[in-house]
């Protein structure tokens, strides 16, 4: 079927009314529809029509009107029976937001049509539509059914079944497909051909980003790109390829990423290349849903790293647990100096976007009522649409801004791992984004907005079980930016003074070992307990933190001063015993819990110095008498001196005082700076030792705590 223009392209036919009309964005989006429809689905014109009314109710919204209209058969639509499908078209610069799309909405929802589409032509959105639910309840369904599966219930219910969960494994295993290509031509490992099915992810998305290529990267695209680039001038030395050419763009596209090195380069063969690039072609990076793109992403990284980096990969049900109980908002800052795949920063984006998604769908909805009148009596009414459409314009550029503000300004992360910080960047992306804070650097050390006292909250799962000697690893010159460029644009961005001042945590420090650059170093190198000190640094006070650790970190007498230095800086919230299933599955043995802090507050600090100074005084006037009595005995010279043994027992005495009277000290502290710790011992996390879903106390807990957090104002 054939779009059919006239007068310089001024109009265009419309088959179903049989009539020239004006050929505006939207008309033109309509009719390629109708097109798509006939030659991609098989439906016939008999059985649509355009711009119907739903007349047979005088019930306000009964006046609601569809752009399109599909019945299951020519018969059905000459009967007057219920639509089948319903879809609203939108102009193609117009973002879809299926809140906005009020006319075709209200249709369906008094026509009872079973599908609700919306598409600008660019993204095509399925709805299946949830009967006897007013207003009508939406679940997002894969594809419309072509003309002869909703003639047959069965296929058409299989159909409906392929929800976002159901695509997202689809994409999962062709991510798989690409992975073995790889592997199976190139002889790459398993992570080695991750980094590369990466690098063409983010070619592919850096392409379909722009509006100025066709909708996706295709082999057929690529190929013509390609021949056209081997006719020019003036390539580099690094273009052996158009391949590599392409790879050249996405390194600068994404430089202040620093996601790859500036000699990084494609490591399979073009033949490879194309193959994956043909798998790839169904997909529109762009234009597909985060779900499935989320959901798929994940599930490909399960697979392929459960081995060997498995140790990166927090199961969902506690990263969920973490975030849900910390309640992140708009216009936090956010960190995890641990990001491993990104799940807890992926998490926190996705929750505070829904938070701002659900305000405007309310807010929509009321203006909608204010505007059309209740039950929407005059949406009719053109001038109405009018003033409805431009409050729409003003409010998605608002909500745009505002997510656009949480995607770039408020989530931050590291990873010491370059593949890992790579994974984070691409997972985020394929979540909706976020990725712009995810840095590949040692997350002991600042970087970019990664300062102490900055953030509002904190989640991370650090690495267990390794020791960084007192003399070594140390701050190394590359651990600091010497981009002038770079530098002044974060100059720029936080201020000079407060830049410059946080980052001679690394310029003043190139040389001297990592663990002496804080103060629980002194005791313990483990990195779990440097990263808990780290993190409380990061934290501004009263801001809060979930932190997954290894019960040693707990209950180790040799960590008992570590513990003492915490619990000077923070309160503990929440302790949540794990089973020790939970980590099994990503390769780890070690029983962990969760742990939840809150930085003081100033005020906060301030009772505590007091209440501390006061403890020093009554335990020092309590002991003073014996220990200067001590120390004169220990300071006699000549004859009056004490022998070796005697010096020794004293010296003893003494440390035995000491002791006695930090213990002293702690237990004023501890009875005057007073405050309760809820402890939970969980037996059913909701994951299995083999990475399955099983049940879970988690939930009820989250509820409990909830309840008991708000009651108790605990932040």
């Known amino acids: 079927m054939e779009i059919k223009y006239k007068d310089n392209k001024t109009k265009i036919f419309s088959p179903l009314k049989d009539k020239w009309l004006e050929a505006k964005p ?50 059905e639509k000459r009967g007057n029976k219920t639509a089948f499908l319903v879809v609203e078209l939108k102009a193609e610069n117009l973002k879809l937001k299926v809140e906005d799309c009020y006319q075709g909405y209200n249709y369906a929802t008094w026509s009872r049509a079973k599908l609700f589409a919306i598409s600008n032509s660019k993204e095509l959105q399925v709805y299946k539509t949830i009967e006897d639910e007013i207003p009508l309840n939406l679940q997002p369904v894969n594809d419309i059914p072509n003309a002869e599966t909703i003639l047959d219930n069965k296929k058409l219910e299989k159909a409906l079944a392929k929800t976002k969960e159901f695509t997202g494994d689809e994409f999962a295993k062709l991510l798989h497909k690409c992975h073995n290509i790889i ?3 190139d002889k790459l490992s398993p992570e080695a051909s991750f980094d590369e099915i990466s690098k063409i992810l983010f070619i592919k998305i850096m392409y379909e980003r722009n509006p100025r290529q066709e909708a996706i990267f295709s082999k057929t695209q690529f190929e013509t790109l390609r021949d056209a680039w081997n006719l020019s001038k003036g390539r580099s030395e690094k273009e052996t390829s158009y391949m590599q050419r392409l790879f050249e763009d996405v390194k600068d596209d994404f430089s202040e990423d620093g996601i790859f090195d500036d000699n990084e380069k494609i490591k399979i063969r073009e033949k490879s290349f194309e193959a994956i690039v043909t798998e790839l072609q169904i997909y529109n990076l762009t234009s597909t849903s985060a779900d499935v793109k989320g959901i798929a992403f994940e599930k490909f990284l399960g697979r392929t790293f459960r081995g060997e980096l498995g140790q990166f990969f927090t199961p969902r049900t506690i990263v969920d647990f973490i975030v849900d109980l910390l309640q992140p908002a708009e216009n936090e800052l956010i960190c995890d100096p641990c990001a491993g795949s990104g799940g807890f920063l992926i998490k926190v984006f996705e929750t505070v976007k829904q938070q701002i998604d659900d305000e405007y769908i309310r807010l929509k909805i009321d203006k909608q009522k204010e505007i059309f009148g209740e039950k929407l009596k005059n949406i009719d009414n053109k001038n109405l649409q009018q003033k409805y459409e431009g409050f729409l314009t003003k409010t998605n550029i608002e909500q745009d801004n505002r997510i656009n503000k949480l995607s770039h300004k408020s989530i931050f992360g590291t990873d010491a791992n370059p593949r890992m910080a790579r994974v984070s960047k691409m997972n985020m992306i394929m979540h909706g984004d976020g990725h712009n804070g995810i840095h590949h650097n040692d997350g002991l050390l600042n970087i970019n907005g990664i300062f102490r006292n900055r953030f509002d909250m904190i989640v991370t799962n650090p690495p267990f079980g390794t020791t960084l000697a007192k003399d070594s690893p140390t701050v190394e010159e590359d651990d600091r930016y010497t981009n002038e460029a770079t530098i002044k644009k974060y100059q720029e961005e936080y201020g000079k003074e407060l830049y410059n001042n946080e980052i001679k945590q690394v310029t003043d420090n190139i040389g001297k070992p990592i663990r002496q650059l804080f103060e629980v170093g002194n005791t313990s190198g483990a990195t779990e307990v440097l990263f808990i000190e780290r993190c409380i640094d990061l934290l501004k006070p009263g801001g809060r933190m979930g932190i997954v650790l290894p019960e040693g970190v707990l209950n180790s007498s040799n960590l008992q001063k570590a513990r003492d230095f915490f619990e000077s800086k923070a309160k503990i919230l929440l302790i949540v015993s794990l089973p020790q299933d939970v980590f099994i599955s990503s390769g780890a043995t070690v029983k962990t819990s969760l742990v939840f802090f809150k930085k003081f507050t100033n005020e906060e600090r301030q009772q505590h110095k007091q209440i501390k100074s006061e403890a020093e005084i009554i335990t020092n006037n309590k002991y003073i008498d014996e220990i200067e009595n001590i120390k004169g005995q220990l300071s006699l010279k000549n004859e009056k001196a004490k022998s070796k043994d005697e010096k020794k027992q004293l010296r003893k005495q003494l440390k035995k005082i000491v002791l006695k009277k930090e213990q002293e000290i702690k237990i004023i ?47």
């Open 26 to 75: 939207e008309e033109i989006v309509r009719q390629e529809f109708i097109c798509k429809l006939v030659d991609e689905y098989g439906y016939s014109l008999k059985q649509m029509d355009q711009e119907v009314k739903l007349t047979s109710s005088q019930r306000g919204t009964g006046r609601a009107s569809a752009d399109l209209v599909v019945w299951k058969t020519e018969e």
């Open 669 to 715: 502290i501890k009875n005057k700076f007073d405050y309760q710790i809820s402890i939970s011992d969980i037996k059913e996390a909701g994951i299995t030792t083999t990475g399955k879903v099983g049940s879970s106390q988690l939930p009820e807990l989250l509820t409990a705590f909830t309840k008991y957090r708000k009651q108790n104002k605990s932040w």
């Open 183 to 185: 592997r199976n031509n």
